[in-house]
């Protein structure tokens, strides 16, 4: 078995994937004593996702029902690492966090985690009011943001994975599982106190207004998260909604 497997999902990702992959093998190479693989899952992409995959040799899934929950699982099932490492295709993470994840792991104390959030631009105040917010929630209640959560497998398989009844949410309830399956087996979760940087692209997409009744939506109607179209922010690309 492999020390890691890092599973990235992919929905046309072709102008970010490629500084992704380069910089995460970079970052590797840097990282000695610890076997590992990238796997990236090609959520049914229409672009040259898979193809740019491949040129940085990492293992390509396909997974056809577009679905963030369900394209982790999909990457995790064929996963060969005893820690899972799930970053977004638009995130760049530090060698540091990639050590101090390792380590975090091997230490034994903890069964899973995340790092803390930022935008490679912020250009817009309510942006950066939503970045304190959630590092406020991570840190009190151990949850882990999507573009970068890791796990041990064991307790990744234990509790289901990543729910897929949830569009968006999935990594906040994979932290509430893992924060119940840390209690029973005397492990922790941890949020490492360095920061991943997320492409700020989305935002710049669409109007204030959308994301202000995506929000009202999803903070009125939970239930909301279990339907696509409602969530979609996550599956859409400008006019193509």
């Not at 000695?32 to 990492?58: C, H, L, M, P, W």
């Not at 309830?173 to 106190?193: F, P, T, Y």
């Not at 920061?195 to 109007?207: G, M, P, Y």
Request: hydrophobic residues 40%; aromatic residues 12%; contains cysteine.
């Amino acid at each position: 078995m492999l020390d890691y497997s890092i599973i990235i999902p992919a929905y046309n990702e072709e102008d970010l994937l490629a500084q992704t992959l380069s910089w995460l093998n970079d970052i590797i190479n840097e990282v000695k004593n610890y076997s590992g693989e990238i796997i990236v899952v090609d959520n049914n992409s229409t672009d040259n996702t898979a193809e740019i995959a491949r040129q940085f040799k990492a293992t390509v899934v396909f997974e056809g029902h577009q679905q963030i929950a369900r394209a982790r699982n999909a990457g995790a099932n064929v996963s060969k690492g005893k820690y899972l490492i799930f970053i977004d295709a638009d995130t760049l993470i530090t060698q540091r966090l990639f050590s101090e994840t390792l380590q975090t792991l091997e230490s034994g104390k903890y069964c899973g985690g995340g790092a803390l959030l930022q935008f490679d631009k912020v250009s817009k105040l309510y942006l950066a009011a939503a970045v304190q917010l959630w590092t406020i929630l991570s840190k009190i209640f151990k949850w882990a943001a999507g573009s970068y959560l890791f796990c041990l497998r064991s307790a990744f398989f234990d509790v289901g994975g990543f729910n897929e009844e949830y569009y968006v949410s999935e990594e906040v309830h994979l932290s509430i599982a893992l924060n119940k399956w840390g209690r029973k087996n005397k492990k922790k979760l941890r949020i490492i106190n360095e920061r991943v940087t997320t492409s700020s692209r989305k935002i710049e997409w669409f109007t204030f207004q959308e994301m202000m009744r995506l929000a009202i939506t999803l903070l009125t109607n939970p239930q909301a998260t279990k339907n696509k179209q409602a969530c979609w922010f996550w599956y859409s690309r400008p006019g193509k909604r």
